[in-house]
């Protein structure tokens, strides 16, 4: 009998190349308020949802950043980051998938798992149309629907939910650190998509996702 019964993937650096897009996002904005993002705050920024990781941003460029701003002056930006972000992403195609991304779905499939998306990106939907897996997935769980986005698990538990599946019996997938701990606190088996060294609190890594195989985890 198979250990799981639903996999529950991240969607941006798990099945998308789109990590670093929301990162060149990030940055173009950090540069217009004179905010310098260094190469190791991305790491920092997965799995993080936009507001929080605005704040994030806002706090690195000093103490004042985020209090002298109004909640809506905050939207504002979080807005033009986005406006940058879909432009970057309006080109994409299933081209764009990260290699093995489509094959790992598929694979999912025929062992007669479940398969929910767990993003904190709001623009997961019609990203999922563009990369052309959209038919793969048999539920997306929405951030906007859940009280605490990562690292509460709140998002995992509910893509669980949502494919009737128990957490024990879920396997979550994961690049950040941050959506690691959501998968652990939703008391689920929690595999990391990257460095062993960052994603301490994975149960497994595998380097990318071209070298996951779910026969391994069965
Ligand atoms: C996550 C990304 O998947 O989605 C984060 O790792 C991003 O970098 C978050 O901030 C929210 O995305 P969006 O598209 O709703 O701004
Ligand atoms: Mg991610």
Redesign the pocket.
Known sequence: MPRFDAVLF????VLADT?HI??AAWRRLGEELGIHLEPAFEEK??????MG?LELILAHGGPEGSVTRTAEEKRVLADR??SY?TAAIAEQTPDDLLPGARRVLEEVRAAGLKIALA??????PPLLQQLGIASLIDAIAD?AAVKAPKPAPDLFLEAARLVGAVPERCLGIED?VAGIISIKDAGMVAVGIGDPTVLTSADYVVPTTEQFHIGDFL
């Open positions: 991240d969607l941006d650096g990590a929301h990162f920024l997965k799995g993080v949802d936009r990781s980051k986005n972000y993003s904190a990106s709001r623009n997961a951030p950040s």
